[in-house]
């Protein structure tokens, strides 16, 4: 299967709309003719700069204006940050993403401090991502220069859908961090979250958006949502599992190549339903007890998984070994 940027809506629809089990032998074919379905990417996230965020994403326990009960803590020390994701490297992971709950980043001793954390973490030998809001490109150019090698802005939902759902920043401004991203020689990392209240024509349109960037995302993170109480999503349904893993296979036929990450909402998912999701093709998993701040499984947890389901991880720097 060629790789192609030029995808239709309604390519999309028709992969999306294909009966459940069909799409899901389809997804498992295409992931075989590109990946190793015996690999899965272990990424573990850690949130640096915790609260109190000005943006008015509604499904954001981190948003200053709602009461969620998440404490405001400054930008963590680069030894504690190290340590942790030390620790994680030994628990398994290759990949060690920092969050911080900003709106932007700005060019001040916070943004040198998160440099320095980044070089820590390349030395690691660890993949080394961050998701930090919008960014231009010669912040990208100096994340990269650090030995960044992702970067994580989702574009969360469909342009359609998406003022519903968040009004301090717009979807261009997401789409321009990622073309300052893939200027400066970063991987892109983006995805969305379903559970929003979006119709299914929204989540064909984000697929869209994402399948026919000039290239495709490394990385794409399929998140259900946290309901978590104080925001204003709290009260939403539940996702079933069948739209995750319709997302999933959908989203691993379009875009082969890419890591499709099996992301938030897994706590609330059984052993069972997540063999279906790496069945679909997802390769790629969060692992730690926290994402950010809502809870995750643990690396005993998921190590127990990949035993059962006769999966390994994912080696840091695959493709670039590939290549050579």
Same mark, same amino acid.
């Given at each position: 299967?060629?790789?192609?940027?030029?995808?239709?809506?309604?390519?999309?629809?028709?992969?999306?709309?294909?009966?459940? %089990?069909?799409?899901?032998?389809?997804?498992?074919?295409?992931?075989?003719?590109?990946?190793?379905?015996?690999?899965?990417?272990?990424?573990?996230?850690?949130?640096?700069?915790?609260? =109190?965020?000005?943006?008015?994403?509604?499904?954001?326990?981190?948003?200053?204006?709602?009461?969620?009960?998440?404490?405001?803590?400054?930008?963590?020390?680069?030894?504690?940050?190290?340590?942790?994701?030390?620790?994680?490297?030994?628990?398994?992971?290759?990949?060690?993403? *920092?969050?911080?709950?900003?709106?932007?980043?700005?060019? /001040?001793?916070?943004?040198?401090?998160?440099?320095? *954390?980044?070089?820590?973490? /390349?030395?690691?030998? %660890?993949?080394?991502?961050?998701? +930090?809001? %919008?960014?231009?490109?010669?912040?990208?150019?100096?994340?990269?220069?650090? =030995? +960044?090698?992702?970067?994580?802005? /989702?574009?969360?939902?469909?342009?359609?859908?998406?003022?519903?759902?968040?009004?301090?920043?717009?979807?261009?401004?997401?789409?321009?961090?990622? #073309?300052?991203?893939?200027?400066?020689?970063?991987?892109?990392?983006?995805?969305?979250?379903?559970?929003?209240?979006?119709?299914?024509?929204?989540?064909?349109?984000?697929?869209?958006?994402?399948?026919?960037? @000039?290239?495709?995302?490394?990385?794409?993170?399929? /998140?259900?949502?946290?309901?978590?109480?104080?925001? @204003?999503?709290? #009260?939403?349904?539940?996702?079933?599992?069948?739209? *995750?893993?319709?997302?999933?296979?959908?989203?691993?036929?379009? *875009?082969?190549?890419?890591?499709?990450? +099996?992301?938030?909402?897994?706590?609330?998912?059984?052993?069972?339903?997540?063999?279906?999701?790496?069945?679909?093709?997802?390769?790629?998993?969060?692992?730690?007890?926290?994402?950010?701040?809502?809870?995750?499984?643990?690396?005993?947890?998921?190590?127990?998984?990949?035993?059962?389901?006769?999966?390994?991880?994912?080696?840091?720097?695959?493709?670039?070994?590939? +290549?050579?």
């Amino acid at each position: 299967m060629t790789i192609r940027n030029d995808w239709t809506k309604e390519e999309i629809s028709e992969i999306y709309n294909t009966p459940l %089990m069909e799409l899901i032998y389809k997804a498992a074919t295409v992931h075989r003719e590109h990946q190793d379905t015996a690999e899965v990417q272990v990424c573990t996230l850690l949130s640096i700069k915790t609260g =109190g965020c000005s943006e008015d994403c509604a499904y954001c326990p981190q948003a200053a204006r709602y009461n969620t009960g998440v404490d405001v803590q400054a930008l963590m020390k680069k030894e504690e940050v190290l340590a942790y994701a030390e620790r994680a490297k030994n628990a398994g992971s290759t990949r060690f993403c *920092m969050g911080a709950a900003w709106r932007e980043v700005r060019d /001040n001793r916070d943004f040198d401090r998160v440099i320095d *954390m980044v070089k820590g973490v /390349n030395e690691l030998g %660890m993949e080394v991502c961050c998701t +930090l809001g %919008m960014l231009t490109e010669d912040q990208a150019k100096k994340l990269h220069d650090a =030995g +960044l090698y992702s970067y994580n802005h /989702n574009v969360d939902t469909s342009a359609e859908h998406y003022h519903d759902i968040i009004t301090t920043r717009t979807y261009e401004d997401r789409l321009n961090t990622l #073309d300052n991203v893939r200027k400066a020689g970063i991987s892109v990392c983006s995805g969305g979250i379903i559970g929003l209240g979006e119709k299914h024509e929204d989540r064909i349109g984000m697929l869209h958006t994402l399948s026919t960037l @000039p290239e495709h995302p490394g990385s794409v993170p399929i /998140n259900a949502l946290v309901r978590v109480k104080g925001t @204003p999503l709290q #009260d939403n349904p539940k996702i079933e599992i069948w739209d *995750m893993v319709r997302m999933i296979a959908t989203a691993r036929i379009i *875009m082969p190549r890419s890591m499709v990450r +099996l992301s938030a909402g897994r706590t609330e998912m059984s052993l069972s339903e997540q063999a279906l999701c790496f069945m679909a093709g997802a390769n790629s998993i969060f692992t730690g007890e926290k994402l950010l701040t809502t809870p995750n499984p643990g690396f005993d947890e998921d190590m127990a998984m990949f035993q059962l389901f006769g999966l390994k991880p994912r080696e840091a720097f695959k493709e670039e070994k590939e +290549l050579v």
